[in-house]
Every structure is written in structure tokens, then in C-alpha cells.
T-cell receptor
């Protein structure tokens, strides 16, 4: 079974600074997808960034970027120029195809990192 | 545009009462649909997923059930709620490009 580990239950950062959230995963698959989701106090689950395992280039979305190390099974999220609105729970997630002949995919989540951006 | 909606947003139900949470997707056809539960403000647990009408796979044996009566409709049900069923329930769907997006969520409190 796939597992996703986020070793930092809580983190804090000063506004305008940079912070990195860690994520490791365990799989024997070669093709899969990795995601970071953000869950603010409203509890809505919002996609932050997506990485395809077959792509060596790290994904970036504005202030958000990842460091994807496939051999090490590591997928960290870097938030640059942190803003107060970045305060949220961040979840790392792994997705793979689970059955042949169909299009079923399963998403497995880590337990999350609570990020607080301080003014 | 492609959107996902779930309701009700908040529900308070007595122990032993039935449950029905509904999720619908618009702007697409034959999506993969999922129900997740988030308890105690942490981690998401996959409860059910569906690849088509009438096709339901259960991840965790429990007091809940799911149904997919129409292509873009996914329903989470229970005949008799338990206190342990309280939590935040999220419906999700997989879009083209293999990315999963979530609905707004439903808070269930069993009293």
C-alpha cells in the first residue's frame, strides 16, 4: 500500500519569507502523480500544485514550487514570499492508477502540516 | 464550466437517524467520483469511489454506503448514524489530466 508521510505537524513563517514543507512517500510504482492541497479554515480543499512522476522538471505555480526527487521519493513544497492568506493546513497526496482496463485512480493523503504565516 | 457541488453544507443528526449527502458534477461526463472523510481536523480517509453508474468500491467497512444512480451524481448514505460518523465529508472528482478536485464539504455532527 502507498503511504505518504509529512513529518512536520506544524510550521510557522514570517510574512514575505520562504518556507519549505516536507513530504515523502513509499511506492513501488513508476508512474504516478503527486499533489499539494491547501485547506484554509473554510475547510475547502484547494489544489496548489501537481507533479507527474515521469516529468523530471519541477512544477511551479507562481509563488509555489516543488522539489521532486523521484529516487529519494521526496516531494517538498516551497512557498516564496509568504502571505497571510497562505495560513492553512497543507496536505501532500499521491495518486496512482489502480486497475487495468479502466480509468480508476486513488488519491492517498498525508496527515498534513499546519502552516501559520505571522505578520 | 466543470464544477462540483455537495450538500447540505452542515447537518446535525441524532444517533440512529438516517443520512443522505449528495454530490453532483457539472460540465463533464463519466467522471471518477470519490467520498472522503476528515475526522478530528486531520488526514483524509477515502471511503468510496466510483468509476461509473452503479459501480461502487468501498475502501473501509463501516456504517456508511454509497450509490451512483446517475452519471454525475454520487450519494453517501447511512441507515442508522453512529456518534463515530461525525466528521467533515468531502466529495471529489477526477478531471481530465488526472487531477482530483473537491467539493465544498459537508459537516456532519451526530448527537
Amino acid at each position: 500500500a502507498q503511504t505518504v508521510t509529512q513529518s512536520q505537524p506544524e510550521m510557522s513563517v514570517q510574512e514575505a519569507e520562504t518556507v519549505t514543507l516536507s513530504c515523502t512517500y513509499d511506492t513501488s510504482e513508476n508512474n504516478y502523480y503527486l499533489f499539494w492541497y491547501k485547506q484554509p479554515p473554510s475547510r475547502q480543499m484547494i489544489l496548489v500544485i501537481r507533479q507527474e512522476a515521469y516529468k523530471q522538471q519541477n512544477a511551479t505555480e507562481n509563488r509555489f514550487s516543488v522539489n521532486f526527487q523521484k529516487a529519494a521519493k521526496s516531494f517538498s513544497l516551497k512557498i516564496s514570499d509568504s502571505q497571510l492568506g497562505d495560513t492553512a493546513m497543507y496536505f501532500c497526496a499521491f495518486m496512482k492508477h489502480v486497475s487495468s482496463g479502466g480509468s480508476n485512480y486513488k488519491l492517498t493523503f498525508g496527515k498534513g502540516t499546519l502552516l501559520t504565516v505571522n505578520p | 464550466s466543470q464544477t462540483i457541488h455537495q450538500w447540505p453544507a452542515t447537518l446535525v443528526q441524532p444517533v440512529g437517524s438516517p443520512l443522505s449527502l449528495e454530490c453532483t458534477v457539472e460540465g463533464t461526463s463519466n467522471p471518477n467520483l470519490y467520498w472522503y472523510r476528515q475526522a478530528a481536523g486531520r488526514g483524509l480517509q477515502l471511503l468510496f469511489y466510483s468509476v461509473g453508474i452503479g459501480q461502487i468500491s468501498s475502501e473501509v467497512p463501516q456504517n456508511l454506503s454509497a450509490s451512483r444512480p446517475q452519471d454525475r451524481q454520487f450519494i453517501l448514505s447511512s441507515k442508522k448514524l453512529l456518534l463515530s460518523d461525525s466528521g467533515f465529508y468531502l466529495c471529489a472528482w477526477k478531471r481530465i489530466g488526472n487531477t482530483i478536485y473537491f467539493g465544498e464539504g459537508s459537516w456532519l455532527t451526530v448527537v
